[in-house]
């Protein structure tokens, strides 16, 4: 690593220590407000929010550029509809019902985009009603379906993304979407996906978020051990079904305002309104600073898997492939692919560290060029978060009596790879 190279990623990892837990506690019941983003740094992100897992948002400001902010925006800031008709008019999208309920989300289908704009027009001319019930065009995965559209660009803060990294390299899927939806729509409690965190920025519209701290969420279950579907609903009030609500502190709440960013912690459950048309995008992401969360929430996924299936063990020779199979189905993962996945995040860096980054690939905005312009120092301090989760998942019971044998390299010699290349780059 040459000496310039060094300064750099030094410069972010001055200070990295959390805030204090007196600092941490002030500031836990409140949402703080970035209004200027043009001098707030990549590492105060990651040191005051990312590390401590503390929500922000983020003004609008930093949307403002964004091509998809203009074109999608009518002049009195509502949805261009008629835009979005002629660019995504032939697309599948995929629509919930806000009005029903089914185990504990809104049932799903797939319509034409234009059906929905259609029936979107015709929801507002009738006083924001419709026999069909209130629908939310969410979790389109545009960027995926449209690769060559440009109409905004990932901020910075939220660049160390795993998650879409891997799912890019395998071409499988990814964690970037498009959420648009009338006046009244909205999603109900929940906590996202692997526990990552989440940003979303409003293009236009106002959103209305309640967000409940990671483990705040066990004093709002009922007497079965059920989160509840609505916080809003006045059935919490209880105490026969909800024993433990009255223990549970209030949400902190957002209103988020046309163009800002929320920053949705890993771990912390939330509901959200939108209080008037609105389109957003929303990103799922893991990194360093969450990837051992991800991990503990695979583990308690599997447990229930097990206690689910525990009078099948003894007739069935393969109970536990059976039971991974059957945690895959749920969350879309099993530890096979957790373990592909921490090899991905972990060669790509040590890739990065041996070679360096040629321009061309720095052209392309491809993963390696992100690791790179976060600087050295953050790929080593991604390779030591992947080595100890790694660590952990190869000592894993149940991680040990899978077949491994198709896993190349085999856990201990990746492992051995990680840490001789940490051990490299900081010589």
């Known amino acids: 690593m040459d000496r310039a190279t060094f ?35 990549y590492a105060a992100f990651f040191r005051e929010f990312l590390l401590p897992n503390r929500p922000c948002v983020l003004s609008a400001r930093l949307t403002e550029g964004w091509p998809c902010r203009r074109l999608w925006v009518t002049r009195d800031g509502r949805p261009n509809l008629e835009r979005l008709l002629r660019d995504f008019g032939e697309a599948v999208v995929p629509v919930a019902n806000c009005d029903a309920k089914e185990y504990n989300s809104n049932p799903k289908e797939q319509l034409p985009f234009r059906e929905y704009v259609q029936y979107w027009k015709e929801y507002i001319r009738n006083g924001y009603r419709s026999p069909r019930g209130c ?14 559209l440009d109409v905004y660009t990932t901020p910075v803060y939220f660049s160390s993304d795993w998650l879409n990294e891997y799912w890019d390299a395998v071409a499988v899927d990814d964690y970037r979407f498009v959420y648009m939806g009338p006046k009244g729509s909205w999603t109900p409690f929940h906590a996202d996906v692997f526990r990552s965190y989440s940003w979303s920025a409003n293009i236009c519209g106002r959103k209305r978020w309640l967000l409940y701290p990671a483990g705040q969420e066990e004093l709002l279950k009922d007497l079965h051990g059920n989160l509840p579907f609505d916080v809003t609903a006045p ?6 079904v909800y024993p433990r609500y009255g223990q549970s502190q209030p949400p902190l ?39 051992a969360i991800m991990w503990c929430f695979l583990q308690d996924e599997l447990a229930a898997v097990q206690r689910e299936v525990q009078q099948w063990k003894d007739p069935l020779d393969d109970w536990h492939l059976q039971c991974q199979l059957i945690m ?25 560290l041996e070679k360096g980054l040629d321009e061309e690939a720095a052209a392309k905005n491809t993963p390696k060029a992100a690791i790179s312009t976060l600087g050295m120092l953050h790929a ?44 490299t780059a900081l010589l």
């Open 380 to 423: 080593v301090f991604d390779l030591k978060r992947t080595v100890k989760v790694l660590t952990s998942l190869s000592a894993n019971e149940d991680f040990r009596k899978l077949d491994l044998t198709s896993l190349s390299p085999p856990p201990e010699v990746l492992l051995h790879h990680l840490k001789a290349a940490i051990d």
């Open 7 to 41: 300064a750099h990623s030094t410069a972010f990892f001055r200070d990295l220590s959390p805030p204090s837990r007196d600092a941490a506690g002030a500031a836990e019941r409140r949402v703080e407000f970035i209004e200027r983003v043009d001098s707030f740094s």
């Open 328 to 352: 895959k189905s749920y969350t879309g993962i099993d530890y096979k692919e957790f373990y592909n996945f921490l090899k991905v995040i972990g060669e790509n860096r040590i890739s990065v």
């Open 135 to 148: 629908l939310y065009l969410k979790d389109w995965h545009l960027s995926r379906a449209f690769p060559e």
């Open 253 to 291: 709440e957002i209103v988020q305002e046309p163009g800002e960013v929320v920053f949705i912690p890993s771990g912390w459950h939330h509901q959200v309104h939108n209080l008037e048309d609105t389109i957003s995008i929303n990103h799922n992401w893991v990194n360093g600073c969450n990837v």
């Open 235 to 240: 059935s919490l009030q209880d105490s026969r």
